[in-house]
């Protein structure tokens, strides 16, 4: 059973350059999430997709950052000009949720990509 | 924004003895869900719970919810220096929203 992928682990970067993330879901699975957590505190939710669309975007989402999932399958998360603030712990999860019945359905996360920015 | 707040922020407990987190909500919702997070990791899904349950279990774990109080505990038995990690309630809104909203978690330290 391969869970939710994410890569890489870790990433150290100066501040202003670009980083991108990738998350591969749960095949089968039809929603992605990511989430953002920083030191002593819960995950915060960032965006997430149902299939190729991307449904909700939050507040937290400047424009820096663009998330995209093309194919339906993987997805990555881009931040564009890194700022020291954007240091954390980014989580993809996915899900099956179906179109009718049951929407109550667990989130499998991935380990995470830690980013550290210099 | 944190939906949540787990109390207590740490518990440290003898192997064997009985643990109980809980969580408070402001927003009505459509269920609850608990997770652990082992230090470095992602989140493990423990247990999810109706807003119209009011008590599950599952092996060593037992979760009550009270929707009135907006409040929701979890019970973890003869626990095990394993059970050492942060846990987390979360919260998916009845708007339909399908993003889970996390308080700031229990961090739970199992002393052998």
């Known amino acids: 059973d391969t869970g939710v992928s994410q890569n890489p682990r870790h990433k150290i970067t100066k501040r202003g350059q670009n980083v991108t993330f990738r998350c591969d879901p749960i095949s089968e699975h039809n929603r992605l999430y990511w989430y953002r957590q920083t030191l002593g505190q819960g995950p915060e939710f960032l965006t997430y997709?149902?299939?190729?669309?991307?449904?909700?975007k939050s507040r937290l989402l400047s424009d820096r950052f663009s998330a995209e999932r093309p194919k339906g399958s993987f997805s990555t998360l881009e931040i564009q000009r890194t700022e020291q603030g954007d240091s954390a712990m980014y989580l993809c999860?996915?899900?099956?949720?179906?179109?009718?019945?049951?929407?109550?359905?667990?989130?499998?996360f991935g380990d995470g990509t830690r980013l550290s920015i210099l | 924004s944190q939906q949540g707040e787990e109390d207590p922020q740490a518990l440290s407990i003898q192997e064997g003895e009985n643990a109980t987190m809980n969580c408070s909500y402001k927003t009505s919702i459509n269920n609850l869900q608990w997770y652990r997070q082992n230090s470095g990791r992602g989140l493990v899904h423990l247990i999810l719970i109706r807003s119209n349950e009011r008590e599950k279990h599952s092996g060593r774990l037992r979760v009550t919810l009270d929707t009135s109080k907006k409040s929701s505990s979890l019970l973890i038995t003869a626990s095990r220096a394993a059970d050492t990690a942060s846990y987390f309630c979360a919260t998916d809104a009845w708007e339909g929203a399908q993003k889970l909203v996390f308080g700031q978690g229990t961090r739970l330290t199992i002393n052998p």
């Open positions: 999860a996915s899900s099956f949720t179906p179109v009718t019945g049951d929407s109550n359905q667990p989130q499998h």
């Open positions: 997709f149902q299939n190729e669309a991307q449904l909700e």
